[in-house]
């Protein structure tokens, strides 16, 4: 029977595989280039899905792209200087919506009110973890110190993927 800290995580496809694309080239130490399909069969993304990702990364900064036949794909910078967060934000936009509004557009009447700061609680959690998570933190499997302990699984006792740095 699931705890009743066992609640799923909610993350769109276009997402996990923008964060999977990501890190797939976060981890090429050398930083050369990659093609698409290479990433798309390592992480078993849908090519063609992958490369309209890409080529939102791309807009966005976050990856860059070099066509021909020895083109493909690479970090546009180091990858302990693109986070979680910059890599969602490219691909879906702002990282906390309710029904399609910020939380700090949202307005709650009567008993309800404390739910506006109960959301933007909320959003200021989670941005405090993907604005400080790297690409680099995620290849290396470990967090921030200040991070770690809260990748402790509740009610298990066990540890995630995750070390302390």
């Known amino acids: ?7 799923p995580l909610r993350v769109s ?13 976060a981890g090429l130490n050398g930083g050369g280039l990659v093609k698409a399909e290479q990433i798309a069969q390592a992480q078993a993304i849908p090519v063609k899905f992958l490369l ?3 080529a939102e990364l791309s807009h966005r900064g976050i990856v860059r792209s070099q066509r021909g036949s020895v ?6 910078r180091p990858a302990d200087q693109i986070t979680l967060a ?6 879906d936009g702002e990282v906390a919506t309710i029904r399609e509004a910020l939380p700090r557009q949202s307005q709650y009447a009567g008993p309800a009110e404390g739910l506006r700061d109960a959301w933007l609680a909320v959003e200021a959690s989670r941005l405090a973890i993907l ?3 790297t690409l680099a933190d995620l290849v290396r499997g470990s967090v921030p110190a200040v991070l770690s302990d809260l990748a402790t699984w509740q009610g298990s ?6 070390a302390r740095c």
């Open 13 to 25: 496809a276009k997402t996990d595989y923008a964060l999977r694309a990501a890190a797939e080239l």
């Open 52 to 54: 309209t990702i890409l």
């Open 71 to 76: 083109g493909g794909y690479r970090l546009a």
């Open 86 to 91: 910059d890599v969602i934000r490219a691909v």
């Open 1 to 7: 029977m699931p705890g009743r800290n066992d609640v």
């Open 131 to 133: 604005d400080r998570l």
């Open 157 to 162: 006792g066990r540890r995630g993927r995750f």
